[in-house]
């Protein structure tokens, strides 16, 4: 069952709630799980779909094309050039032959394990808005993640982690900050909690300046022992008991943290794998491999980002309206070895059956090159319409490609994908129903799909 | 559970009606209405079937023939309603009904008119007149008894379960309880000692009025109206830009609490303070209330400008209609509302009437500078006159000598001109260019290759204050994203104003400064043909530090109220052509060329600007000017000039101190026109929507008399009389229910921003309608209601748990005790502070930040950290509070991200929680006062741990914890205690 909603209602009152990271751990799902764990790898800026994973052989026969008689494009920068085709060729890999283009050679070796959605659509074509669409289903501020919405469906497996951990790129986090990793009106503990590196991976974990072992020790103690008296002395008031235990857990999550965030132990094989050498792929590789062993020791979810803010030059995103060889090669070259190493990772720990991966991005990019009406330009801008993700693991179809768009990938043309049937998608492979899990909040049952969504089942094993 | 209480008509659905036919109105629409309507009505009914009409029903009705009829055939067939079929007594009144004759009633089918079992209708219990209840008589009076009403209504459904109240608190956790509630801080040691010693018979009340008069007061009390309506200090969305003058907004309901400003006039103020007193400062500031949520301000393309507007207007109705009317009107903005009985049309008419709402700074008024300015003014365009009368003839002399007879009469003049075509010369005075990097004049003019080139000028050689820019541009690409056209800096480039291209919003035109502190997006139209043609732009900077643009000669989207003026000096500016400002680099270059610029030390007027566009070149220089002046005539127009330059620099000056304070409140747009969109969607318009309130409330009349295109003033003066009427009775319900909330943890309805079908049913119906009726009885004063309330035996009760009780009524929904409460962040820190000895009380003014904020092109990041000092050690009311960012300490206590509305916190119970109190920067150094702050009060380890009690907890310890935790003081110092108590269950618990 799933939290109901006087528990909810409880769970807002004085003192009412259950000392523990996750409020709802142990919940029986609605349906048998697939997926007991995710991990989301999340490219800001908008990934070109018709040059990583849609192949669409038109577009390159009509490269240098105008793009026909449609009304003219609604993009965020009015430009609409000529058709321009793929920087990368793209080959059909595996025994499955799905398509992917060399912009991820590495990625493609491990083809026959992805399902490709490319019938992907989103509500908005402007950054932070599609990203908080991505990552909660509203172009609002202010609404629960993905992450927290797993978080308070089916809590963690460890009482020692959070539920919902956020690894930002090195190279600072995306537009909308910590608004992307939110619980919105969720209970606290079902926020994202950024690891960062360093010795207190997490905030506060530790003091700033050591505190001597002994007076720590007998701090402890004596703060327990006057919680006791005064727990005695107040009734055994539940909430006051709970609050004693969240400092045992406390003491607790002060072992695990460290211990899971230390990767030294890790064979040195595998950091090679993970591009632990290569400065190129050091930072995405450190936090890929961090992400494993997090779901290792049970949090149900983690989120890694794949691109910081979106202004400035040069470009830290996959925002590429200049040049999309330039800026997708630069990217993906971060991001392809340690991707493909989490999936072979995975696979070999034999995660990879009950773990979905998931791999995603606000929006995609126009067939039409971002430039002057006569001219194939080096840019592409942003594209709602039509763009690719894919999922791994858990319950999913693998080595297939599901949905189309038109034959130039501008827009959708087969079974068309928004976010909230993408979300109710990953909600159900977790083994919920997401018109089940809700919140009630200023007078509407919030859901995270909120009044739409359908379950994608061509993309069910 | 909440939902099992049961309504009035579906009582009347399952009773038995002997003989009688089913009643259409009240048995059989109610069915229709919640179970079939969803899909058999609007333009596209399921199947081509309307159930809403009785036409449209017809064709699935035979009268007297349920056999024949595909609605009944549907419907015991258990095919329809698809996902839950009809109870066995509807389908029974269904077959009944059309056995009789299938009988019609009102048509079409009012689907609001009767609440039914999944939906409100208009006999929605909020929505009905407040009729002030009789107080309940006590059953076997007793002298004891409380004397306070809410008491009689509280043990009167006590004791239908057997229940009674707790005996009265201890007067320690009395004063602890009603010092925390009503200021937000502890009292002091003695404050405690005074009290318990204090034998009067009023001395409780003394303590209440004297907390309800302090200062603190409002503070405490304006933190939960900032959590209802979503007060936060920067934009939200994509660059999250810090609103540095939305403290004018906080700091006025803190005001208007502590004065105990009658409730209705501080929701009017609220909504239209800028129409009702539109000279009074304070009224202008209270339209922060407006503005206080999220505003997108990256919006690309026209279509998603219009989406977006229509987002926000959505965000406001929400904003408005939950605070004052416990109502969520917003949920009807793309279908009717599914739950109350508000149409989609209301929600459009609500937008409507808030239409006119816009986002940004406003100049607070001040009554008696505007008529000096207004006085100036006029002076000055005299003299102005009188200036251009002398000059006049000269000038077209000159113009007729150089050929342009053509020119324009009123062509104004620039204090420096170039035209690069010919050369980068100041054709004027002396600013004359250099090319610097990849720049170069060709024939088109200065040619910018938008990586190096640029052109300089020397310093000035004279003031620049009020001014305008203007150049002629032809742009290289209209995708580039921040290039200068031409900039007047200071030489280091740390302060500029600049005409730049597309840096903010693609493809339009802006005005640049540093740190985009005058910056405000103008609203233009994209830009589409300057990288064809050479396209003129202008940018004025009046002395009230209004900043307009100008293309082609045309006023470019809206002008606005910048920060002010900057004054540049002599000899400390410059100007560069092609760069936004220096450093060289990156996005601030511009590819383009540019081909005539000027600069004048005025701001032009429109006709000023559509001259010099038309003139393209034909402008006079001082030198000609002067030349073809007689002696006398020169002296004349220097005293005319003395006298102009002297009323300007008294003019600038007032206007630029009256316009120096800003506040982020309500900058009223035109309101437009206001359509009904089908399924919320802009490419669905439908009837123009005049604007109204909402037909459901009862009372005050909901139809304005407005016209759809009436003026924004009259749309929220007439909105804000509606909302505050005396008649309106959510009005006082949802306040009055809200004050409850915060006294005893929960309201009578636990959901008080939601008084409808998905919300709380009240636990004391009549006690709610009794406070909503003496509320509005004693002129809406909060203060005298607070005061109703914390005297009240029910408030002051004991918090121990009674088994007996708690086995009746665990969640304590009856109040047989005060229940105990952890204390939200906010008032957690600031017991530390105050504790600890380092708070600082002043009261209002701006606010400090606890945030670094990092601001990367344009977008704003917030990094916590833990600054030291008086002025960060106030309390937490004057935080800054961004949204989007996670402060730490304070988020794991729950505080919410003011991205949206909080009408109740969690209280949530985490290790992150515990780690953070145990860890923390701020909470390790008050700690560490905490203890100094001991040490210098007493001597010795056991005195130390008295006064650290008394301190912390306004008692002293026991016999055991005094042992237990001076072993603790020995053995590590006080500070190692300090810390254990502000991490103790006793000191963040209120019981």
Redesign the interface.
Known sequence: MLPTRRDVLRSTLPLGAMAALHQFAGAKPDHAPKAKRAIQISLVGGMSHIDSFDHRPELTKRHGKPLGNDTKPDVFFGQVGLLRKPDWEFKQRGKSGLWVSELFPRIATVADELTVINSMTADSANHTPALFVQNSGFQFNGYPALGSWLSYGLGSEADDLPAFVVLPDGRGEANGAASNWSNGFLPAQHQGVVFRGGDSPVRDLFPEKAIPAGEEKDSRATLEKLNQMHLERSGSEGALAARMQSYALAAKMQLAVPAVADLSKEPAKLKTQYGFDDPKTADCGKRCLLARRLLEKGVRFVQVYSGGPIAGSPRMSWDAHENVKENHGAEAARIDQPIAALLQDLKQKDMLKDTLVIFTTEFGRTPFAQSAGNVVGTGRDHNKYGFSCWLAGAGCKPGVAFGATDEIGWKVAEHPVAWYDFHATVLHLLGIDHEKLTYYHNGIKRRLTNVHGEVVKGVLS | ?IRSVACAALVLLVSPLVAAPPDFDKQIAPVLASRCLDCHSGSKPKGKLDLSHKAGASAAIVAGKPANSALWERVAAGEMPPKKPLSEAERKLLKEWIESGAKWGSDPIDPFRFTTSTRAGYDWWALQPIKRPPVPVSREPKASDPANPIDKFVVAKLSDKGLSLSPEADRRTLIRRVYFDLIGLPPTPNEVDAFVKDKAPDAYETVVDKLLASPHHGERWARHWLDVV?YGETD?????TPRQNSWHYRDWVIRAINADMPYDEFARLQLAGDVLKPNDPDAVKATGFLVAG?H?T????D??RAVARQ?ELE?IV?GVG?TFLG??AN?ARCHDHK??PISQTDFYRLASALGGVGFGERAIPEAKASVEIAKLAKELEAVAKELAALEEPARKAVLAEKGMGKVAADTPSPVAAWDFRKSGDDLIGKLHTRAVGGAKFTADGATLDGKTGLFRTPAMSFDLNTKTLEAWVKLD???QRGGGVISVQTPDGATFDAIVFGENE??RWMAGSNGFVRYKSFGGT?E?DA?KEHTHFAITYSADGTITGYRNGEPYGKGYASKGLVAFKAEKAVVVFGCRHEPAG??KMLAGTVSIARLYDKALSLEEVRASFKSSGGFVTDVELTAKLTAEQRTTRTAIRKQHDAIARQLGTLTQRTTSTKAYANVPLPPGVTRFLARGDLATPGAVIAPAGLAAVTGPKADFELKPDAPDVDRRRELAKWIAAPNNPLFSRVIVNRVWHYHF??GIV??P??L?F???RPSHPELLDWLASEFASCKYSLKALHKLIVTSATYRQA???RKEASAIDA?NRLLWRY????LEGEAVRDAMLSVSGLLNVEVGGKGFSDYKIRD????A??DPFDPIGPEFHRRSVYRFTP????Q??L????C??P??????????????????L????FA?RAADAFAVRVAKDAEGAGNQVRRAWQLAYQRDP?A??AK??TK?VT??GLK??C??LF????F??V?
């Open positions: 559970m979503r939200g969305f994509e660059r999250n999220v997108n990256v919006l690309g393309n279509q998603m987002d965000d929400g939950q109502l969520t949920c739950f109350d690409t209209l995708t693609p493809a994209e589409k990288a990156g996005n943890g929960v636990e959901t921003n939601d409808g998905n919300g709380g918090s121990a748990p969640d229940k105990p409460h952890r990367f092109n344009g977008t990041y917030f949204r989007g960012a996670n730490g300490l988020d794991t206590l729950d919410p991200d991205a949206a509305a909080a009408p109740r916190r969690a209280t949530t119970t985490t290790p992150l929680q515990a780690l953070s145990w860890n923390n920067g390790l026991t055991d914890e237990l935790t603790l053995d590590h190692a205690l810390r254990v991490n103790s269950n006793e963040v618990t019981e």
